[in-house]
């Protein structure tokens, strides 16, 4: 199977399944990693930080960007436009039958159990972002960057914090980027 069909049958698998928008694409994207050359795992932490620095959607954007890792500029538009094709379908359909379906017991159910479902591969991809963009393997051991934890924590806080929830990601995004130049981390 040559690469662009490749691309299309992952990225329209990962558009059906990854409820929940481009957050819940983290768990696929990592599984790509065991299946694909593509990229790694550390790449998907690069993802991460690129999709989540510029405009549209998280999952969009990490679309493109795996596929352009995997087939240059037209690996990242057919990546893209195999994740949207799903959604696209969907919203069809459900346009189409959205006066019964809202309604439906069944149907509301199955919402009631997607959100946790959702919830927990977001929490796992987060974990493995975590373990990935902050804890090295070197030399079969574990390195603990002791001033990468500091700041995650810091950052974490403060996004937190009452009186600095007011402040924009993209301010704490460029925050960390100065940090990392200005201090060579």
Known sequence: ?????????????I???????GPATIPFLMDLTNRHDWYTKADVASMLAVSESTPGPIG????????????????????????VLPS??????????????????YVQAAFRMIRPAVTGLIA???LTIF?????????????IPIPQLILC?????????KKLKKIHPFFWLLAGA???IVFQM
């Open 131 to 143: 373990q990935t963009a902050l804890f090295t393997a070197e030399d079969g051991g574990i390195q």
């Open 15 to 21: 558009g059906l399944f990854a409820v929940g928008g």
């Open 178 to 180: 100065l940090i990392g």
């Open 153 to 161: 924590a810091v950052f974490f806080a403060g996004m937190n914090w």
């Open 124 to 126: 796992a991809a987060v």
């Open 88 to 105: 696209l379908i969907v919203i069809i359909l459900i346009a189409k039958l959205l006066q019964n379906f809202d309604k439906n017991p």
């Open 1 to 13: 199977m040559n690469v662009f069909a490749q691309l299309f049958v992952e990225f329209f698998q």
């Open 60 to 83: 969009i954007n990490m679309a493109t960007y795996a596929g352009y890792h995997a087939s240059g500029f037209l690996g990242g538009i057919f990546a893209t436009l195999s994740l």
